[in-house]
């Protein structure tokens, strides 16, 4: 019998915790103190603060299945494996044990418990490099040769498979660009103290049969694990995080760490014999639901299937999230706006007429995850009027932008792309519509006018999201701290509807959105402002309690309640006894007492999205 995805995420946990790991629920798909991404997107992103040596409630070893969200392959999905949501199985060593135990357990559980054939199996490792000080991982390749041992296969190492191929090897040798992992990417990239190191990615061999190599730009390259032709998949990767930057290398970290992370939907596939990750049981339902409603069948028209499934599935996620989203033409919410017409234009494309029809299979969703994140099905009224609202919006966008192509005689490049970026056709519906006037598109200038685009639009984000509690000097510990106390200030004079949605605090501002319908006053402003600078007076010690979830809510405890499970957080106070004037669950790093924060000031106030307000405040 086919194992299910429910059941592998399952044994994923039940495995880790028998090894002596702590199930800790998923975070929210909306970064928290984290803004270098719109996104979580990846089940080591909440753990920072723990992997530079902040000590977890829940101890020194920990496991999860995490919500995860990569908006730069939303131009990729269609293919086989590229999702835009997906899950991250990930476990965690925090100082604990190393890359003995790790590769030896990933591969027991690959092997064992979803009984993944062995001989499929290849690992990679990094090659080292001089100029940073940083030797070849021997360490692990001497670990994984006897791993391999146990499954009766002689490992081989290679060294530059992608010069020389695979050689009959069984582990090869790559560069950093393949093989090493930091917040910021390869060695060269990260800044002085970031930490980081090798890693040793595990590939699943889905069949040289495949013959992906054949009329392909890929057919006179050598074959090696780590091309992207698609005959091997990447199922897992375990990071190895031992390094720090300093000013002519690296140095030792005193706490040795380990990251691992392999994704449910390329495991489910692998695990149930397929070699595309929408023909898994994790799309079925969804699949079923757009040809019922298509009156078309999936096989005839594949790419346009997978989009739709998958970018209602990340929407419905967003929407849906306890810190949820709303389309907007900004920041999260525009990705939100992407993902849902984006989805509309593909429907539209095989048929689907319907009014409403995005709720319907934002149904299925919820239905598919009720038991692991029953989230999703307690907030499905919202997502769903969220969803018609941009539906109906879109359907008159489209009406307009048809008229606006009706007025052009010729369609050059910048034409098609004003057409994209303002009216949301795809480059494929104009052309067929220039096809029936009997006229050209010059689809090369429109692709080189996306690409500025594009590159316009990383480079805002690198500059708009750059910073965040990434670092934990004491200008943002304090920003930090004083973000507590503007919370509890808010609450105190806008009323208890008031919740944190986000945040982003550098050494330099505080930016902070919150649940709130209107505009502030600016007597309300200066009431905030008024609260945080008499606490901060008052030089109120600031101080934390690890306890229960249960008891952090008893005590109304500010914070995000994510988890089914039972388990230990950690609640910062400001002051004590009746002089208490903010309890929230958080990881820190908070000052010891409130008199070092300065004067507070609020310097603007304004519209995030809809029912959520900024603000943007400093200390002097």
């Not at 005839?300 to 999230?321: L, P, Q, Y």
């Not at 490049?413 to 303002?422: E, I, P, R, S, W």
């Not at 594009?454 to 004083?482: I, V, W």
């Amino acid at each position: 019998m086919v194992m299910t995805s429910s059941e592998l995420r399952r044994k994923y946990l039940d495995f880790f915790k028998k090894n002596g790991h702590e199930i800790i629920p998923s975070a929210s798909l909306i970064p928290e103190n984290d803004s270098s991404t719109l996104f979580i997107s990846s089940g080591m992103q909440p753990l920072v603060p723990y992997l530079l040596g902040e000590k977890h409630p829940q101890g020194n070893r920990l496991a999860n299945s995490q919500k995860s969200l990569r908006t730069e392959d939303i131009d990729e999905v269609g293919d086989n494996l590229h999702t835009t949501f997906f899950e991250m199985l990930g476990n965690w060593s925090l100082g604990d044990y190393f890359k003995k135990e790790q590769l030896n357990w990933i591969f027991e559980f690959l092997v064992k418990d979803l009984e993944i054939d062995p001989k499929r199996l290849y690992s990679t490792v990094f090659r080292g490099e001089e100029k940073i000080g940083v030797s070849k991982d021997e360490e692990s390749v001497n670990i994984l040769k006897q791993v391999f041992k146990k499954y009766k296969i002689e490992a081989k190492d290679i060294d530059f498979p992608e010069e020389n191929g695979m050689q009959d090897g069984r582990i090869f040798y790559y560069s950093a660009r393949k093989c090493w992992w930091s917040k910021s990417g390869t060695p060269e990239k990260m800044p002085l103290s970031e930490i980081g190191g090798p890693d040793s990615e595990i590939f699943y061999d889905l069949g040289a049969e495949l013959k992906r190599h054949e009329n392909s730009e890929f057919r006179d390259l050598p074959c090696h694990v780590n091309c992207d032709c698609g005959r091997f998949v990447e199922i897992g990767n375990s990071v190895f995080i031992e390094y720090k930057k300093i000013e002519n290398g690296f140095k030792k970290l005193k706490q040795y760490n380990v990251d691992f992370g392999g994704g449910l939907e390329r495991l489910t596939m692998v695990v149930q014999g397929k070699n595309n990750v929408f023909e898994t049981d994790l799309f079925s339902d969804l699949i079923k639901k757009i040809e019922e409603l298509s009156g078309k069948k999936y096989e005839e028209n594949k790419n346009s299937f997978r989009i739709i499934v998958d970018h209602i599935r990340a929407a419905t996620f967003i929407i849906g999230d306890v810190r949820g989203i709303t389309p907007s033409n900004l920041g999260q919410g525009y990705i939100v706006r992407r993902l849902i017409r984006r989805a509309i234009r593909f429907g539209k494309k095989i048929g689907i007429g319907k009014d409403g029809w995005l709720k319907e299979v934002a149904e299925v969703v919820a239905i598919n995850y009720e038991d692991v994140y029953p989230e999703i099905k307690d907030n499905l009224d919202f997502i769903s009027a969220e969803l018609t609202k941009e539906e109906e919006k879109f359907i008159l966008t489209l009406e307009k932008g048809l008229k606006e192509f009706e007025k052009l005689n010729n369609v050059s490049g910048t034409d098609a792309f004003n057409l994209y970026q303002t009216y949301g056709f795809p480059i494929e519906i104009t052309a067929e519509l220039a096809k029936e006037k009997g006229i050209n598109v010059n689809v090369e200038e429109f692709r080189n006018e996306l690409e500025k685009h594009q590159e316009l639009s990383r480079t805002a984000s690198a500059g708009m999201f750059k910073g965040g509690l990434a670092d934990n000097s004491e200008a943002t510990t304090k920003l930090h701290t004083a973000a507590h106390l503007m919370l509890a200030g808010l609450r105190k004079v806008l009323g208890d509807e008031v919740y944190q949605k986000g945040s982003n605090i550098t050494a330099e501002r505080l930016r902070f959105d919150f649940s709130h319908k209107e505009k502030m006053t600016g007597e309300q402003l200066k009431d905030v402002e008024n609260f945080v600078n008499g606490i901060i007076e008052k030089d109120l010690p600031v101080w934390f309690e690890e306890m229960p979830l249960e008891k952090a809510k008893e005590i109304n405890a500010m914070g995000v309640f994510e988890s089914k499970y039972g388990q230990n957080v950690k609640v910062y106070f400001i002051g004590k006894g009746d002089k208490n004037v903010s309890r929230e669950i958080c990881g820190g790093p908070h000052v010891e007492h409130t008199g070092i924060l300065g004067k507070f000031k609020i310097l603007k106030e304004e519209s995030s999205s809809s029912g959520i307000r900024r603000i943007k405040a400093i200390l002097e």
